[in-house]
């Protein structure tokens, strides 16, 4: 018989397509070495009894009570983690106030590794809490603070990507927080790299140096055609917004005389591995560009609500064959929880579907057919993130990563369908209903 490392025996809920789920009442889930799925057993499987003997007779067995379910671990798709203390914090200002008077003075404390090390490590456990296996970080302009929030990922079990953030604009970036010049921002960055790869000799989570310019109005050309050609040279992820507001698409219209779409692109920064954040104002053109390069969109909804000036028409990007996650985007969203970003995706999607204007008739007041279901939502947060990052997880299959939450459904009172315990799940489940996660096989919490 096959040996595993793990086995957890109970039901299961997975993302099957953008629309559906699939769902299994009880299941082996065998877990080998390496911290993937290597094989999922049926209770009709003749060895389904011999294998969970032997898993308890080994001491690798987790059976679940009849109120918990095994999900795909979540992939935050975009979180700025120096963030993290303004979480909640003048979301009523405009962008570019909100940024000048909060974010960068909070930022550039990150100078000081000491704090760094106490919110990351902070941080990193919040996530898993709330069920995040794998995030896509923003970092600072400070390698050595970022090098914190790579140890702290590696202590606690997250699987990171992880950007040193590119801002040499003098005209856009305060004096106390900026990289001196473009070769500074490439130089930093490609020493961060070089930092990362040498610290991932120590552990079996490797993380994972991505290129950041922070965006189109805080780089250079300079800045933005080296950071291209580091991506290229090293085949990295690459992150930035894109079309996030629309004080920041006017800017690339006026100093570019092209969407900040068009200008990333001319850099060569919008690739197979890159996640563009927000896209609210995204058109047509964009959408195809997009879909020709592989660019993934990172869709942050609570986010979006506060500065993204307009509502991410999931269903049109999706019809795009645009690949599409979803990011809490800390702090410019206010909650670490994708469960919560997850019924926000809904709920902004129904306002765009039905107008808010009530001035209108309602036959002119919304955009037909821009409705999500919470499955799609589901799909975002799981097997849309997973293959924004060229992942093998996001959804619990043989060959997949063992990246995965246990999480407990509280108000069980009568016998539910299968719908119902999921929608349940995605609209109730806190922190504290989620009880077990596991990252690459290990349990971390």
Known sequence: MISYSKVIEGASFSPQSQTEISYQPQQLICLDDSGYITRIIAPTDSDYA?????????DILTTLRSNQYILPGFIDLHIHAPQWPNAGLALDRPLNEWLDTYTFPLEAKYQDTAFAKLVYDDLVKELLANGTTTAL??????????????????????????????????????DYYQD???????????????QLNELNQTTNLKQTPVITPRFVPSCTPASLQGLGDLARKYDLPVQSHCSESNWENGYA???????????????GLLTDKAVMAHGTQLNEHDYDLFSKQGVAVAHCPISNVY?????LPVNRVLAHHVKTGLGTDISGGYSPSLYQNIRQAV????????????QLSADKRGVPDSGISVKTAFYLATLGGAQSLHLQAGKIAEGRLADLQVVSLQNNFQTETTDNIFEKLMYQTSKADVDQVYVQGERVR
Not at 253 to 267: F, K, S
Request: net charge negative; charged share 20%; with cysteine.
């Open 50 to 58: 011999a294998v969970k003997q032997v898993a308890q007779e080994n």
């Open 137 to 174: 970080y923003f970092g600072t302009i400070h390698n050595a603070a970022n090098l914190e929030l790579a140890k702290a990922c590696i202590q606690h079990g997250q699987r990171g990507f992880i950007g040193k953030v590119a801002m040499d604009n003098p005209e856009q970036t305060p």
């Open 180 to 194: 001196a010049s473009a070769q500074v921002a490439v130089d930093q960055t490609e020493q961060f790299i070089q």
């Open 253 to 267: 219209l006026e100093h570019y005389h092209m969407r900040d779409a068009d200008v990333l692109n001319q850099y």
């Open 307 to 311: 500065f993204g000036n307009a509502v």
């Open 347 to 358: 709920m902004s999607s129904r306002l765009l579907q039905d107008g808010v204007d009530n």
